[in-house]
Protein backbone atom coordinates (compact mmCIF):
# COMPACT_ATOMS: atom_id res chain seq x y z
CA UNK A 1 0.00 0.00 0.00
CA UNK A 2 1.32 3.17 -1.06
CA UNK A 3 1.78 6.45 1.64
CA UNK A 4 -1.43 8.25 1.67
CA UNK A 5 -0.57 11.41 -1.05
CA UNK A 6 -2.22 14.38 0.84
CA UNK A 7 -3.37 14.73 4.09
CA UNK A 8 -6.73 13.24 5.44
CA UNK A 9 -9.11 15.62 4.80
CA UNK A 10 -12.06 14.39 6.97
CA UNK A 11 -12.14 11.30 9.81
CA UNK A 12 -14.16 8.71 7.17
CA UNK A 13 -11.33 9.23 4.93
CA UNK A 14 -8.31 8.04 7.87
CA UNK A 15 -10.98 5.33 9.31
CA UNK A 16 -10.86 3.89 5.20
CA UNK A 17 -6.86 4.05 4.62
CA UNK A 18 -6.45 2.89 8.63
CA UNK A 19 -9.31 -0.31 7.87
CA UNK A 20 -7.24 -1.09 4.46
CA UNK A 21 -3.76 -1.10 5.71
CA UNK A 22 -4.54 -3.70 8.03
CA UNK A 23 -4.99 -5.84 5.39
CA UNK A 24 -2.85 -4.60 2.64
CA UNK A 25 0.28 -5.85 1.04
CA UNK A 26 3.27 -4.31 2.36
CA UNK A 27 6.62 -4.21 0.78
CA UNK A 28 8.71 -7.14 2.25
CA UNK A 29 11.28 -4.73 3.79
CA UNK A 30 9.02 -2.75 5.29
CA UNK A 31 10.33 -1.94 9.19
CA UNK A 32 8.37 1.36 10.12
CA UNK A 33 4.51 2.71 9.69
CA UNK A 34 4.54 6.45 10.64
CA UNK A 35 1.27 7.89 11.05
CA UNK A 36 1.78 11.85 11.46
CA UNK A 37 -1.13 13.27 13.42
CA UNK A 38 -3.48 10.64 14.04
CA UNK A 39 -5.24 11.73 16.45
CA UNK A 40 -6.84 15.42 14.82
CA UNK A 41 -9.73 13.90 12.89
CA UNK A 42 -10.64 11.85 15.75
CA UNK A 43 -10.29 15.03 18.20
CA UNK A 44 -12.93 16.56 16.02
CA UNK A 45 -15.43 14.22 15.21
CA UNK A 46 -15.37 13.56 19.07
CA UNK A 47 -16.03 17.28 19.68
CA UNK A 48 -19.58 16.98 17.84
CA UNK A 49 -21.05 14.38 20.22
CA UNK A 50 -22.03 16.29 23.12
CA UNK A 51 -23.11 12.57 24.58
CA UNK A 52 -20.31 11.58 26.37
CA UNK A 53 -21.63 7.97 25.78
CA UNK A 54 -21.63 8.31 22.29
CA UNK A 55 -18.10 10.27 21.98
CA UNK A 56 -16.80 6.75 24.35
CA UNK A 57 -18.31 4.69 21.37
CA UNK A 58 -16.64 6.59 19.10
CA UNK A 59 -13.11 6.10 20.64
CA UNK A 60 -13.57 2.78 21.79
CA UNK A 61 -14.63 1.54 17.97
CA UNK A 62 -11.22 3.72 16.45
CA UNK A 63 -9.45 1.99 18.80
CA UNK A 64 -10.68 -1.59 18.28
CA UNK A 65 -11.48 -1.80 14.71
CA UNK A 66 -8.75 0.46 13.38
CA UNK A 67 -5.54 0.90 15.37
CA UNK A 68 -5.56 -2.50 17.44
CA UNK A 69 -5.69 -3.94 14.57
CA UNK A 70 -3.10 -2.12 13.05
CA UNK A 71 -0.85 -2.72 16.30
CA UNK A 72 -1.20 -6.28 16.11
CA UNK A 73 -0.25 -6.55 12.63
CA UNK A 74 2.90 -4.31 13.18
CA UNK A 75 3.38 -6.71 16.44
CA UNK A 76 3.35 -10.13 14.20
CA UNK A 77 5.35 -8.54 11.34
CA UNK A 78 7.87 -7.05 13.57
CA UNK A 79 7.14 -3.32 11.96
CA UNK A 80 7.70 -0.60 14.49
CA UNK A 81 4.96 1.77 14.55
CA UNK A 82 4.98 5.12 15.37
CA UNK A 83 2.31 7.11 15.81
CA UNK A 84 2.33 11.31 15.99
CA UNK A 85 -0.50 13.15 17.56
CA UNK A 86 -0.85 16.62 19.06
CA UNK A 87 -0.04 16.88 22.86
CA UNK A 88 -1.02 20.10 25.27
CA UNK A 89 0.45 21.08 28.19
CA UNK A 90 -1.25 19.92 31.62
CA UNK A 91 -0.24 22.45 34.19
CA UNK A 92 -1.15 20.22 37.13
CA UNK A 93 0.77 17.60 35.73
CA UNK A 94 3.87 19.67 34.51
CA UNK A 95 3.95 17.92 31.53
CA UNK A 96 2.74 17.46 28.04
CA UNK A 97 -0.31 15.04 27.58
CA UNK A 98 -1.47 13.48 24.21
CA UNK A 99 -5.05 14.27 23.21
CA UNK A 100 -7.11 11.17 24.31
CA UNK A 101 -4.18 10.04 26.78
CA UNK A 102 -6.32 7.63 28.40
CA UNK A 103 -7.15 6.21 24.61
CA UNK A 104 -3.27 5.95 24.07
CA UNK A 105 -2.41 4.57 27.21
CA UNK A 106 -3.92 1.11 26.81
CA UNK A 107 -1.03 0.80 24.43
CA UNK A 108 2.35 0.00 25.80
CA UNK A 109 4.47 2.67 24.25
CA UNK A 110 7.49 4.84 24.64
CA UNK A 111 6.55 9.08 24.42
CA UNK A 112 8.99 11.26 23.08
CA UNK A 113 8.25 15.05 23.86
CA UNK A 114 9.92 18.06 21.88
CA UNK A 115 10.02 21.38 23.54
CA UNK A 116 11.59 24.35 23.46
CA UNK A 117 11.65 27.70 25.93
CA UNK A 118 11.34 30.72 24.36
CA UNK A 119 14.73 32.58 23.65
CA UNK A 120 16.99 29.99 23.94
CA UNK A 121 18.90 27.74 21.25
CA UNK A 122 18.60 24.54 22.87
CA UNK A 123 15.26 22.19 22.34
CA UNK A 124 14.58 19.62 24.78
CA UNK A 125 13.95 15.87 24.18
CA UNK A 126 12.19 13.77 27.19
CA UNK A 127 11.96 9.98 26.48
CA UNK A 128 9.34 8.77 28.79
CA UNK A 129 8.32 4.94 28.95
CA UNK A 130 4.39 4.68 28.49
CA UNK A 131 3.81 3.99 32.75
CA UNK A 132 5.82 7.56 33.49
CA UNK A 133 8.61 5.25 35.66
CA UNK A 134 11.38 6.05 33.51
CA UNK A 135 12.11 9.21 32.01
CA UNK A 136 15.37 11.07 30.22
CA UNK A 137 16.02 14.13 29.63
CA UNK A 138 18.25 15.66 26.57
CA UNK A 139 18.68 18.98 25.69
CA UNK A 140 19.91 19.52 21.90
CA UNK A 141 20.45 22.61 19.10
CA UNK A 142 19.63 21.51 15.56
CA UNK A 143 22.99 22.58 13.40
CA UNK A 144 23.30 22.41 9.98
CA UNK A 145 25.41 19.34 10.44
CA UNK A 146 22.53 17.68 12.73
CA UNK A 147 21.85 17.50 16.20
CA UNK A 148 24.39 18.49 19.13
CA UNK A 149 23.90 17.80 22.42
CA UNK A 150 23.33 20.30 24.67
Known amino acids: MCPAKKPFSNF????????????????SNAKFIVIDNISH??????????????????LDRFFNSQLFPLIMRCLREKIILILIHEVSFDPNLGRNQPFFNKLYSRIQAINVSLSSRFNSKFKEMEIISGDYLISRKFKYEIKECGLSRG
Open 12 to 27: NEQTLFLSNIGTSLLP
Open 41 to 58: HLRFAASMYSDIRRRNIL
